[in-house]
């Protein structure tokens, strides 16, 4: 008795601060399994009890874990029985040391009074009305729950969807992609950075763009397949059509393409599927570099600006045009600089992204001295998640909500003409967009072939850029947000149940402005 009267105590709070989804009838169905008389004269009366209450415990926890939003047990068990997917012994008790909710532990105390008022006083025969009290909280407290399939005609939309490049004949730009891990607009004005001057530089930003996942391997996948629209997250790790793939798109305009990144891509086989499901080339070597951080797998980070001179020097030699793909883990949660003393996950993210922000000004300024036409594209994979929300702890990114995939892109461009002025045009795009606009400004860029940056001011450019509706997906669940307000459907249900209205996010503030 005092462990059900505690544990529904505690189901009622997390229902009413909306940290958990709960259904009424599985938890009915768990009160008459719990409750349902088994006399002593039953044969193993006693037997039969203690197998029943042993049941119960379990029933009872795989029921609120089912009804949270934690991730998967399956998930879990693969940290133990996959190491290449088990991170490092620090960062689980850094993470677990970081998480420990003070307010649950406080209302968690508050509670044993009442468990022990409903137990040990004469008041205990009330305890049946309490938990029918407990039921009728939890059966008004339900949210709104659709059964259809909101995604469905999201999908069927997009997978007509495509952009085919073109170029002008006279075009001599080079394209680079600087993908960057755990970067959401979210992120950047939790640690106050969201209009920092580095943004000042850039021609184009995006401040209302879905990156549609909140892990890195689709959000790779996702860049990679720009060019068609948004498919599910089991149709990316897959051989897609061949019009889809954005860098087989460049080497048929005549670019020689390339691939690095800071990190050794070993982590989930990263390089392997951007490889094979992205037709991204193998990354180019780092060997002669030293690392500056570890992950948090252990693994060795190095200095973006370092990583980015090595293709710069490999670039000398090829007088095509090219296209590189890089990809940046320096703001992973999780990771320490090697000779800096243990720091809270924010400072350690503030400082990395000061040496991310520093290393992109030395970048910008040695493309400037090559003087070569480039387009640089700097756009994130998905956020950290510093803050957290109702539904997730920070840095728990199961949940694909909008304050994780909302994330910045910026292109800026290159050249004779367009280094003579330090500050970009600033053309804000505050539409509902994903991956195919991108591909489509680019494109837009690559066939108006501008001469310096006054023709970036010409609407032909940014008008018509294929707008995109807000859905993310992970390997656990997806969201969609509508006129109706932000659902989410786990892998493993069938319905979809509405969020709080307070996690929709609106496109973000112009940071130049």
């Not at 184009?204 to 990679?224: G, M, V």
């Not at 890089?326 to 703001?331: E, I, P, W």
């Not at 804000?428 to 606009?437: G, K, M, N, Q, R």
Request: aromatic share 14%; hydrophobic share 40%; with cysteine.
């Amino acid at each position: 008795m005092i462990f059900w009267i505690f544990y529904f105590l505690v189901v009622v709070y997390l229902q009413i601060s909306q940290m958990i989804n709960v259904s009424t009838f599985l938890n009915l169905a768990l009160c008459i399994f719990i409750f349902f008389p088994i006399s002593s004269s039953w044969p193993h009366g006693k037997v039969v009890r203690i197998i029943r209450n042993i049941l119960g415990y379990a029933f009872g926890i795989m029921l609120l874990w089912h009804e949270s939003y934690l991730p998967p047990v399956q998930t879990l068990w693969n940290f133990f029985v996959r190491p290449e997917l088990r991170p490092s012994m620090k960062f689980v008790t850094d993470f677990i040391s970081s998480h420990f909710d003070v307010k649950f532990f406080a209302i968690a105390l508050l509670l044993i009074p009442i468990v022990y008022v409903l137990t040990y006083t004469k008041t205990r025969k009330y305890s049946a009305v309490f938990f029918i009290a407990c039921l009728v909280i939890l059966f008004f407290d339900q949210k709104v729950v659709i059964r259809r399939d909101l995604s469905r005609d999201f999908f069927l939309h997009e997978s007509g969807r495509l952009v085919e490049m073109s170029q002008s004949p006279q075009n001599k730009f080079d394209v680079v992609f600087l993908q960057i891990c755990s970067w959401s607009w979210a992120d950047l004005e939790y640690i106050h950075f969201n209009t920092h001057p580095l943004f000042g530089q850039f021609d184009y930003i995006f401040t209302n763009f879905n990156s549609a996942t909140s892990y890195s391997d689709p959000a790779a996948l996702r860049l990679l397949q720009a060019n068609c629209g948004q498919k599910t997250e089991g149709e990316i790790f897959s051989e897609v059509p061949e019009k889809c793939y954005l860098f087989d798109n460049l080497k048929k305009l005549g670019y020689s393409t390339y691939t690095a990144m800071n990190h050794d891509g070993t982590y989930s086989d990263f390089k392997d599927k951007i490889h094979q499901f992205g037709k991204a080339d193998l990354p180019i070597g780092i060997d002669n570099l030293k690392p500056v951080e570890l992950s948090f797998d252990d693994s060795a980070i190095y200095r973006d600006g370092e990583v980015l001179d090595n293709w710069l020097e490999l670039r000398k030699g090829n007088f095509d045009k090219a296209a590189l793909y890089y990809n940046s883990v320096t703001l992973h949660t999780g990771g320490s600089y090697i000779d800096k003393p243990k720091v809270t996950e924010d400072e350690q993210y503030a400082f990395a992204f000061n040496n991310l922000a520093t290393d992109l000004d030395d970048f910008i300024g040695k493309i400037k001295k090559t003087n070569r036409n480039t387009i640089l594209v700097l756009l994130g994979e998905h956020g950290a998640a510093l803050q957290g929300s109702s539904v997730e702890y920070a840095t728990v990114r199961d949940v694909p909500l909008p304050s994780i995939t909302q994330v910045p892109v910026a292109i800026k461009l290159f050249g004779p003409n367009f280094n003579k002025q330090d500050n970009g045009q600033d053309v804000t795009i505050d539409s509902s967009t994903s991956y195919l606009a991108l591909v489509q400004l680019l494109s837009n860029l690559l066939e108006k072939n501008p001469i310096d940056r006054t023709d970036l001011q010409d609407a032909k450019i940014t008008q018509d850029l294929p707008s995109t509706d807000f859905v993310s997906e992970t390997g656990t669940g997806l969201i969609v947000q509508n006129s109706s307000g932000l659902f989410y459907r786990s892998k493993n249900d069938s319905v979809w149940n509405k969020l709080s209205d307070s996690l929709i996010v609106k496109p973000a503030d112009d940071p130049v402005k």
